[in-house]
């Protein structure tokens, strides 16, 4: 069992990470992934996310204890961008690998769901008019509560 | 000394990420702050962690030398 | 609308289908992808998947226009092998891209859901025992049932 | 001439993936093959399709000069 969660202070390339992931689990019939990443054309000009060192990665890796213990994986990636990027720098990629396509796909749709809202990150952005803190949404509660 | 951290836009309220502080009750090392950054630091959604572990309430905290407190706003949705 | 549908009849590196086709897609804020391949250590020495190219195609074809009304995409792909093939081998790689998540998500369960069971291929895997036809699956129908 | 393609299993029955034949009646065209393949070939769970058209039954067809009728075994699952 496979278990990567990193930070990546800087640019990071989620076609070779995808590859590096995919090589580690051979016995994985299907790997699920989901790229989220600074979209192009919203008027975004500069994404920052700050994060708190002695938290933020404990989060994440606590989470992912928790997906790896809840489904049948071969592998769990979260790998989560902090630091100020521009239009279309991926922010998260996060990936799992399992015998059982519908287990890749809970998996990773479980993780997307708990860091969106769960995640000790402050995200903030800057537009023509300047830079705005991105608020909670209630939204978020809602994904989570998907999972009981 | 110990330690104050800001996060989210609270560090942009204090103007700084992290502030050394001089031990002590935490009542008393919030009166020396700015008031509206007092103010900000007791909202009731902001989290307090002591040396990262979440704190489940803040009364009666007092910081000892080399201690970290972190405030931590909501954090941002999707 | 990017609609991106292929049948690949040699070998194909999934992390560059993914990479260019993330590049067509700048409007999406999220990409959810499927690679499904074959096992490494489940003893298949080849897997041989024949189709029938009146249908095969245009099959897979109205499958992604289907998704693609279905749903708000910025873009689908569809790729799959045919062939023999020998471990380790990517088979099929389904993308869906945008600002949602959770219609990614959809998207992508939705066409492997149907890819699984209504698709014009034929399977055969080769192990120690010789080849042998991969049959039906009744739960191939309870999967595209999940979409009423 | 007309033309028979075999799917899946089936090809393997018949031992190619295509065959030509003489244009005419189904029920004709299936009388001149081995008894073993006519019988798999017209099996209830096998799709026919005429010139990459699913039919909706075999019953009557007759295959014309440059026809292709394709049978159709069950796809394989997941």
Redesign the interface.
């Given at each position: 069992m496979v278990i990567d969660v990193r930070l990546a202070d800087g640019p990071f390339d989620?076609?070779?990470e995808?590859?590096r992931f995919?090589a580690a689990v051979?016995?994985?019939?299907?790997?699920?992934?989901?790229?989220?990443?600074?979209?192009?054309?919203?008027g975004v000009l500069a994404l920052e996310i700050?994060h708190?060192a002695?938290?933020t990665l404990?989060g994440f890796r606590a989470l992912a204890d928790t997906a790896a213990r809840r489904w049948p994986l071969d592998g769990l990636l979260l790998l989560h961008r902090v630091g100020e990027m521009g239009?279309?720098a991926p922010i998260v990629l996060v990936a799992a690998a399992s015998?059982h396509?519908r287990v890749?796909?809970a998996a990773?749709?479980f993780v997307?769901d708990h860091l969106?809202?769960?995640?000790?990150?402050?995200?903030?952005e800057r537009t023509a008019a300047g830079w705005r803190?991105?608020?909670?949404?209630d939204?978020?509660h809602g994904?989570r509560a998907r999972w009981g | 000394m110990a330690r104050l951290v800001f996060l989210g836009r609270l560090e942009d309220l204090a103007g700084t990420a992290e502030m050394a502080v001089t031990p002590g009750p935490l009542d008393q090392v919030l009166a020396a702050l700015p008031r509206d950054l007092a103010v900000a630091l007791l909202d009731d959604r902001v989290r307090l962690a002591l040396n990262g572990q979440i704190l489940a309430e803040s009364g009666g905290i007092a910081l000892g030398a080399g201690d970290e407190l972190a405030f931590l706003p909501p954090v941002s949705g999707g």
């Open positions: 989620p076609a070779a995808l590859a995919t051979p016995a994985a019939g299907g790997i699920v992934s989901f790229l989220g990443k600074v979209r192009g054309d919203a700050r708190y002695p938290m404990p239009p279309d015998r396509r890749a796909f990773t749709d997307m969106k809202g769960d995640s000790w990150l402050w995200k903030r803190w991105i608020e909670p949404r939204e978020d994904d | -």
